[in-house]
C-alpha cells in the first residue's frame, strides 16, 4: 500500500474524501511536532496529515518546530511528502488561486534549526534540486488528468516573516529570480532531504506580492483565497497519490550517500 505525508498549510487543515482511521501523537528527539497526525485512507493509498500551523491555527511560520514534524513523519514510516504552502505572486501573470509546483528555492529565513546534524556529524547533502523530480512530475501529471492549470516550475523564496514583505523587497526578489514568496517552505525541504525522503511543494497563490498590485495586503485575503483553493488541491492531491509507483527510483532515497565527512 502507498503510504503519504501531507503538510497542510495556512487555510489547508484537512482534506475532504479521505476514511478517517485514527489520530497518531508522536514525540521526537527535537521536540513536539504541530500536532497529531491524521491517518486516513484513500483508493488503497494511507494518507498521514499533518497542519504545520496547528489547528486551530496557532504557530506563526517562524515558531513551527520544522524538524519535530518532519521527523515526526519518518516515525510514521512516510518517505514521501506533499506540502502545501500559501504563497504571494511577484512574477507577472500569476494571480491569486494559481497553483505552482515549484522546482528551485531561495532560502532567507535565519535563526531556523535547519539540520539534523548539529553535533557529532557533519554532513552536506546535495540540495542543487531542492524537490524530488519524481513527485513533481506525478503532480503535473496529475494536474493534467484532471483538467487543472498549474504552473509547472517556478523559484520559491522563503522568507521569516511573520511581517509581510516591502515594496522594495518584492522588487529585489524579482530581480533574485523567485516566482513566489511564502513563509514556510524552509528548512521543511532539506530536513526531509536529510531524511533521505522525497519532498515536492504545491503551492498555492493566495494574494499579489506587496506592491504587485495596489490592494492592501490582508490575512483574510489569504485565508478566503486558500479556502477557495482547497478542493481543486484535495483533488489534484488524490489523483498524484492514484499515479504514485509503489517503489522509489528517485535520487532521494541516497542523498547521505556521500553527504558525510
Ligand atoms: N509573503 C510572504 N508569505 C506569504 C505571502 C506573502 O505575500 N502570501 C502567503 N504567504
Redesign the pocket.
Known sequence: MNRIGILGG?GFYEMKGLRHKSLRRVSTPFGNPSGEFRISEVSGSEVVFLPRHGIPHRIPPHRINYRANIWGFREMGIERIFSIN???GITAGLTPGDIVIPDQIIDLTQGRASTFYEENDVVHIDFTDPYCTILRTIICAAAQRKGLTVKESGTYLC?N?PR??TRAEISFFAKSGADV???TGMPEACLARELEMCFASVLIV??Y??GISDKK?TTTE?MENMKISTERIGSLLIESLALLPEERICACRYALSGAKM
Request: charged share 5%; glycine share 18%.
Open positions: 495556512s500559501a504563497v504571494g522568507v516573516g509581510l514583505e514568496v511564502g513563509m493566495t494574494n506580492a506587496a495586503l489569504v
